[in-house]
T-cell receptor, first 113, second 115 residues
Framework: QQQVKQSPQSLIVQKGGISIINCAYE??????FPWYQQFPGKGPALLIA?????SEKKEGRFTISFNKSAKQFSLHIMDSQPGDSATYFC????????????FGGGTRLMVKP | DTAVSQTPKYLVTQMGNDKSIKCEQN?????MYWYKQDSKKFLKIMFS???????INETVPNRFSPKSPDKAHLNLHINSLELGDSAVYFC??????????????FGPGTRLTVT
């Protein structure tokens, strides 16, 4: 049973466009929701994260929107650039669980020049 | 300086063998992790470990065992390797404490191929 579901699996966006990736979770005990970015041949790297006491967090061109009642959160990449082409993972964790992250299935983003 | 390093980067071995992957972090973190990324890029936690507590994902076969000689190192030992163990294994580390929770730093990965 996949506790964090991510969509779409792949996404193609034109340079300058908005990339939107969505995630939904089941476990209401989750209380931390990060997004990771992974380039080919590299390990994932933390991009941005949110806790459920806020509905939105913005860092530069990256924004997380969080809907606690719907148990959904999304990543928006504004003014998408070719350098943003990577695989993006949403994740979730709960307190007192060894800080272990449960990842979504990943979204492969391609930004066309 | 590399924050989280793993060796080897590539590991090719035959079924039934026993192998180890080493991980070291120089960030002063006190919690380390092992993740498995399969061919479909799906990332799954295997272990979380700090000086006091080992938390094992219940789906991990007992052929997999983490070994931590000190806070900066967490090695992964795999017995009786199977074809399905082929994957990329990532080590990660973080500090504990709510303000730092889950800001995990990942290593570059070890691609394990079992033939």
């Amino acid at each position: 049973q996949q506790q964090v579901k991510q969509s779409p699996q792949s996404l193609i966006v034109q340079k300058g466009g908005i990339s939107i990736i969505n995630c939904a979770y089941e476990n209401t005990a989750f209380d931390y929701f990060p997004w990771y970015q992974q380039f080919p041949g590299k390990g994932p790297a933390l991009l941005i994260a949110i806790r459920p006491d806020v509905s939105e967090k913005k860092e530069g061109r990256f924004t997380i929107s969080f809907n606690k009642s719907a148990k959904q959160f999304s990543l928006h990449i504004m003014d998408s650039q070719p350098g943003d082409s990577a695989t993006y993972f949403c994740a979730a964790s709960k307190n007192n669980a060894g800080n272990m992250l449960t990842f979504g299935g990943g979204t492969r983003l391609m930004v066309k020049p | 300086d590399t924050a989280v390093s793993q060796t080897p980067k590539y590991l090719v071995t035959q079924m039934g063998n026993d192998k180890s992957i080493k991980c070291e972090q120089n960030l002063g973190h006190d919690t380390m992790y092992w993740y498995k990324q399969d061919s479909k890029k799906f990332l799954k936690i295997m272990f979380s470990y700090n000086n006091k507590e080992l938390i094992i994902n219940e789906t991990v076969p007992n052929r997999f065992s983490p070994k931590s000689p000190d806070k900066a190192h967490l090695n992964l030992h795999i017995n009786s390797l199977e074809l399905g163990d082929s994957a990329v294994y990532f080590c990660a580390s973080s500090r504990t404490g709510l303000s730092f929770r889950n800001e995990q730093y990942f290593g570059p990965g070890t691609r394990l191929t079992v033939t």
